[in-house]
Structures are given as C-alpha cells and as structure tokens.
C-alpha cells in the first residue's frame, strides 16, 4: 500500500463518519426513550409476579414532579403501606424497595408527559400534560396478579414521541402504546 492509498482510505472513512455520526445522534433520544419504556414496562411485570410470589401486594408508585418512580413490594404484611421516602428512600413500616428509578438518567429529556400527542390512550381529548392517569400515582397488583387501579403512565422525550404504558383492566393485563400521530398503537 502506498500513502496515497491509505489516505484515500482514512478520506472515505472520514466521510462517510460525517455523514453518519448526525443520524445516529438524532436517533438517539429516541432509542433512550423505548429503552425507558421497556424498563417500565418490566417493572410492572415485577412488580405483578412478586405480588402472586409472596402472596401479598405490591405496588408501583410513580413522582411525576422529581421525574421517578420505585416499586415496592408489601414486605411480611403483605400491604404496600405507600412509597418509600427520603434519599437513599427508605421504605414504610415493612415494606421492601425492590426498584427506584429515575428518569432523567437515560438522558435525552426522558421524563413523564404525553409529548406531541392530542389524546389519551382510550382516545379521549387530552389535556395540555398527562404524566400519570394512575389515581394517587400509583398501581397496585394483589396476591393473584389482578391491578388494584386501571390507568397509565405517560413517558415522552426531547422528540416529543410518546409512550403510554399501564394496566387497561382490573385483570392485571400490562400493555404498553406508542402514539402513531393520530391514534395509539
């Protein structure tokens, strides 16, 4: 090879480097989007198996204003007595913190909202910001996997993409939607 050759090489390479590397950064909040979502999502399903492995409750409570939320199993009692408190968070009475997560640390403005979509996800009109549809913010599944309340938590980026993920029936059913621009799939 002659040093013509390889700088011809590093030229293309360069290039092609150029063009690539903007793509792949505007791709990137949302791929740290549905990497959120996928970890909700997970965590509901945890949250739901521990409730029917320890035969008790267990519960996700989500903080819209300080962008986490942390799941917490109902520890011997088998009641979830609310979400942990403090920093690190410490559980009530005997309930076990199994996750705590915060939002922000997957970058790109991941945070609850409902980004650029007009309606919830049963496909009623939608107010300004939806976080959480959850009353009290928070989702509960008992000992046989059934959810104690029906709602959604609503998850959205710099980009404005929105996620919706929750529990559509008292059945204990998980789903998680992605607004299409004008409907959710």
Excluded: H
């Excluded at 989007?33 to 521990?50: I, P, W």
């Excluded at 009475?93 to 979509?117: H, K, W």
């Excluded at 709602?151 to 929750?166: D, E, Q």
């Amino acid at each position: 090879m002659t040093v013509i050759e390889i700088m011809a090489a590093v030229a293309i390479i360069s290039i092609l480097s150029a063009i690539a590397v903007p793509t792949v950064l505007s791709l990137l909040p949302d791929y740290r989007l549905k990497a959120a979502v996928s970890d909700l999502y997970s965590n509901l399903q945890r949250a739901k198996q521990e409730a029917v492995r320890s035969n008790g409750e267990c519960g996700v409570y989500f903080d819209a204003a300080t962008n986490r939320y942390q799941v917490i199993a109902g520890g011997p009692d088998g009641v979830c007595d609310g979400p942990a408190s403090g920093i690190p968070p410490q559980p009530s009475n005997d309930d076990v913190l199994l996750n705590y997560i915060d939002l922000s640390n997957y970058g790109s403005g991941v945070q609850y909202g409902s980004g650029m979509a007009e309606k919830t996800v049963p496909g009623a009109g939608i107010p300004p910001v939806v976080t959480v549809s959850y009353v009290n913010d928070r989702i509960r599944f008992n000992a046989r996997g059934m959810a104690r309340e029906m709602g959604y938590t609503y998850l959205t980026n710099v980009n404005g993409l929105a996620f919706a993920v929750g529990t559509p029936s008292i059945a204990g059913s998980i789903v998680q939607k992605k607004w299409q621009g004008n409907f959710w799939e």
